[in-house]
Structure formats: structure tokens, C-alpha cells
């Protein structure tokens, strides 16, 4: 069993920055893919950027390209999202989850943290 907790969530104003932490607890695997999801009010949940455990892969969506950067330190077992140059469709609760291999589902879901951006 894992165990997942989101942090780093708030209000900022469009154009600003936040960063998501993401601790991991719990029997981990050395193969871990994490990740990074978001749901807004109506909308079905989306992902948004998943890593893979060296650290080497990295994968975004198109919507965060180029402003939000996914990482992670392994000693810490913890995760990050550095979101930059938010926007207000940014807004959402964003949750991580991880899967044992880069093909298996994600098998572990955090409780997501809310973000909100003001234009």
C-alpha cells in the first residue's frame, strides 16, 4: 500500500507561480512512475505531467509545455510540480498518483490539493 499527500496549493494572481510537493509513503517500487492530474469544477480529471523514476522520461501535456516542470527526489520519495506563468484555466484540484511500470495504470491517488488562479 502507498500513500500519497499533495501540498503547495493556494490562490495566485495569473502570470504567477506555485510549486506542488508530493510525499510518498508505504511499501514503494523501484520502477515508480509518478504523476500529475487535474480536475476543474465540471470537467472530467486530465493529466497534466508524469516522470519516471530515474528522473530521465518526462512527459506534459500540451495546456503546461514549456510552464510547469515535473521532478522528483527519490531519497525523499517526493514528487514536484513547479507551475510557472499560471493561468486562470490553470485552476483546478490537482492530485498525484503513481503506477509500478510506465505501462501498468496508476494504482495510488493522493487526496489533491486546489489550486486557484485570479485574472
Known amino acids: 500500500q502507498v500513500q500519497l499527500v499533495e501540498s503547495g496549493g493556494g490562490l495566485v494572481q495569473a502570470g504567477g507561480s506555485l510549486r506542488l510537493s508530493c510525499a510518498a509513503s508505504g511499501r514503494m517500487f523501484s520502477s515508480f512512475v509518478m504523476g500529475w492530474f487535474r480536475q476543474a469544477p465540471g470537467k472530467e480529471r486530465e493529466f497534466v505531467a508524469r516522470i519516471s523514476w530515474s528522473a530521465d522520461i518526462t512527459d506534459y501535456a500540451d495546456s503546461v509545455k514549456g510552464r510547469f516542470t515535473i521532478s522528483r527526489d527519490n531519497a525523499k520519495n517526493t514528487a514536484y510540480l513547479q507551475m510557472n506563468s499560471l493561468k486562470p484555466e490553470d485552476t483546478a484540484v490537482y492530485y498525484c498518483?503513481?503506477?509500478?511500470?510506465?505501462?501498468?495504470?496508476?494504482?495510488?491517488w493522493g487526496q489533491g490539493t486546489q489550486v486557484a488562479v485570479s485574472s
Open positions: 498518483a503513481v503506477k509500478r511500470t510506465p505501462s501498468s495504470p496508476y494504482d495510488y
